[in-house]
């Protein structure tokens, strides 16, 4: 089953602007992990956040955890054309087998 | 340094035939993974290998797929017989963690039609 489910299911925005997508999940997990999906490829990582971070920066990325509320957010900012992807989130619980959910449809129009 | 290598990169056949995917992973990484995307949805995890031998395999269709890892190296994963609903992309993906839950590294898949 998929633990992390991730909103909106789609996004579309104009090239420049901030894309936020986030994740919620159930139960505790160990870290929790983004990746993006560019059409038609495997999956590329992004980043990686453990359970007792709060936020974490990776060029125009910025992702943050709140365990309290079971929840994710990865923020891009000044998107571009190439940041056209699906995004997932993939929680790591105690038993570290990555769950992923269903993905963010990102698409930045130019 | 080289990505994990997977072929073919599509394949169609029909109901009932058998079909093979190949997984090359990264030099060094002794954690192997097999995911099934089905369209619209994330990756789910078929079964993991930790140099030659299966981790998990719980979410594996035993009766229709099998997978080996031979020498800890390259993988195969196979589908016989095939049904319609096996129509996804598989994906191998390879770690340097050892049960860790780190970074995985995936490779590009194959994409299976059964008709």
């Known amino acids: 089953s998929q633990q992390g489910e991730e909103d909106p299911q789609a996004l579309s925005i104009q090239e420049g602007e901030n894309a936020t997508m986030n994740c919620s999940y159930k139960?505790?997990?160990?870290?929790l992990q983004w990746y993006r999906q560019n059409s038609g490829r495997g999956l590329v990582h992004l980043i990686l956040i453990r359970s007792n971070e709060r936020e974490k920066h990776s060029g125009r990325l910025r992702v943050t955890l709140d365990t309290s509320k079971k929840s994710s957010s990865l923020l891009i900012t000044a998107s571009r054309a190439a940041d056209t992807a699906s995004y997932f989130c993939?929680?790591?619980?105690?038993?570290?087998?990555?769950?992923f959910g269903a993905g963010t449809t990102v698409t930045v129009r130019a | 340094e080289a990505g994990v290598a997977q072929s073919p990169r599509y394949k169609i056949i029909e109901k009932r035939q058998s079909v093979a995917f190949w997984c090359n992973p990264i030099s060094g990484h002794a954690t192997l993974y097999w995911y099934q995307q089905i369209l619209g949805q994330g990756p789910k995890l078929l079964i993991q290998f930790q140099n030659n031998g299966v981790v998990d395999d719980s979410q594996l269709p035993k009766d229709r797929f099998s997978a080996e890892r031979l020498k800890g190296v390259d993988s195969t994963l196979k589908i016989q017989p095939a049904k319609l609903e096996d129509s996804a992309v598989y994906l191998c993906?390879?770690?340097?963690?050892?049960?860790?839950?780190?970074?995985?590294?995936f490779g590009p898949g194959t994409r299976l039609t059964v008709l």
């Open positions: 993939a929680t790591v619980p105690g038993d570290y087998k990555l769950s």
């Open positions: 993906a390879s770690s340097l963690e050892r049960l860790a839950g780190g970074r995985q590294y």
């Open positions: 139960t505790s997990i160990n870290n």
